[in-house]
């Protein structure tokens, strides 16, 4: 991709890692965040502050946002922000999870300034961001996803096209609907283990190789065990992508009972304080000493 100047917005739990990864693979990078001090670090490393999402968008060939919510994604794009002032054939790139509603939005709108947009939610927690093995699921017109394969391959490790605006967002709702019920499987497997006074290490041993094994297991199972709940991923975010996959289920006339129950339990965590604790203290609905 030659010189292109990749513009960064939110530069959180995820972004920190996304970004220094970018900077790693060669890219010049413009980055945005709501709370200038969460980039001094990124800064100190050769990133180059903006004042705003529509300064970032100004100056930036690639832009990507990787923000908290959906009305951070519908702030940033559409209030006088990327949409308004990217430069016409700029690559758009929302990488928050976010709704396949929403991404097919912004697709229409920088298709009328022609602009080019793909939703790219991922997996694979902070360790993925940090690593440089995300799972990418992409959305968004083919060429324009394959344009953009060195930015990708910049952050994620199994890039994935899945099809149409809004594809990519509908994949990452399939991959927290399979989360959600799981995480209540590992917690529920752990506090058995250790109530039943085995040695959980070992027990970890066993079962995490065989069919009862999960990337949830084998990484947040291994931090619920430490007493370790800091946010991979927080536990407000996780309700808010069951949120909107619980959303989009009800509009295909899908029950899913088992991510209702998850965000169910989410839901009195948060309640009780946990809300910016990691999706793994779900542990702390079990355990009883």
């Known amino acids: 991709m030659g010189e292109k100047v990749v513009g960064?917005?939110?530069?959180?739990?995820?972004?920190?890692?996304?970004?220094?990864?970018?900077?790693?693979?060669?890219?010049?990078?413009?980055?945005?965040?709501?709370?200038?001090?969460?980039?001094?670090?990124?800064?100190?490393e050769g990133a180059v502050w903006k004042e705003s999402p529509a300064a970032i968008a100004e100056a930036a060939d690639v832009v990507i946002t990787m923000v908290g919510y959906p009305k951070d994604v519908e702030s940033v794009y559409f209030d006088n922000g990327i949409l308004d002032h990217a430069k016409p054939g700029t690559y758009l790139i929302d990488m928050t999870t976010s709704s396949p509603q929403l991404a097919e939005k912004i697709s229409d709108a920088a298709k009328e300034k022609g602009l080019r947009s793909l939703d790219a939610p991922v997996s694979g927690g902070d360790v993925g961001a940090e690593n440089g093995t995300l799972s990418i699921m992409i959305g968004g017109e083919k060429e324009d996803a394959e344009a953009m394969a060195p930015v990708f391959q910049a952050m994620g490790k199994k890039i994935v096209y899945q099809g149409k605006a809004g594809s990519g967002q509908h994949t990452k709702m399939a991959n927290q609907i399979a989360i959600a019920s799981n995480m209540i499987g590992v917690a529920e497997a752990?506090?058995?283990?250790?109530?039943?006074?085995?040695?959980?290490?070992?027990?970890?041993?066993?079962?995490?190789?065989?069919?009862?094994?999960?990337?949830?297991?084998?990484?947040?199972?291994?931090?619920?065990?430490?007493?370790?709940?800091?946010?991979?991923?927080?536990?407000?975010?996780?309700?808010?992508?069951?949120?909107?996959?619980?959303?989009?289920?009800?509009?295909?006339?899908?029950?899913?009972?088992?991510?209702?129950?998850?965000?169910?339990?989410?839901?009195?965590?948060?309640?009780?304080?946990?809300?910016?604790?990691?999706?793994?203290a779900i542990y702390k609905k079990y355990w009883k000493e």
Do not use: C
Request: no cysteine; net charge positive; aromatic share 8%.
């Open 8 to 44: 960064f917005i939110g530069t959180g739990v995820m972004g920190r890692g996304m970004i220094r990864n970018l900077m790693k693979a060669g890219f010049k990078l413009y980055v945005y965040n709501r709370t200038k001090g969460k980039t001094d670090e990124l800064l100190a």
């Open 190 to 280: 752990l506090s058995y283990a250790k109530h039943a006074g085995l040695n959980t290490d070992k027990v970890m041993e066993s079962i995490e190789t065989g069919a009862a094994g999960s990337w949830s297991l084998s990484n947040l199972g291994r931090r619920m065990l430490k007493g370790d709940f800091e946010p991979g991923f927080y536990i407000k975010h996780l309700i808010k992508d069951e949120r909107i996959a619980l959303e989009s289920a009800k509009s295909m006339g899908l029950d899913t009972p088992g991510l209702a129950l998850s965000k169910k339990i989410y839901d009195e965590l948060a309640k009780a304080g946990e809300e910016n604790s990691g999706t793994q």
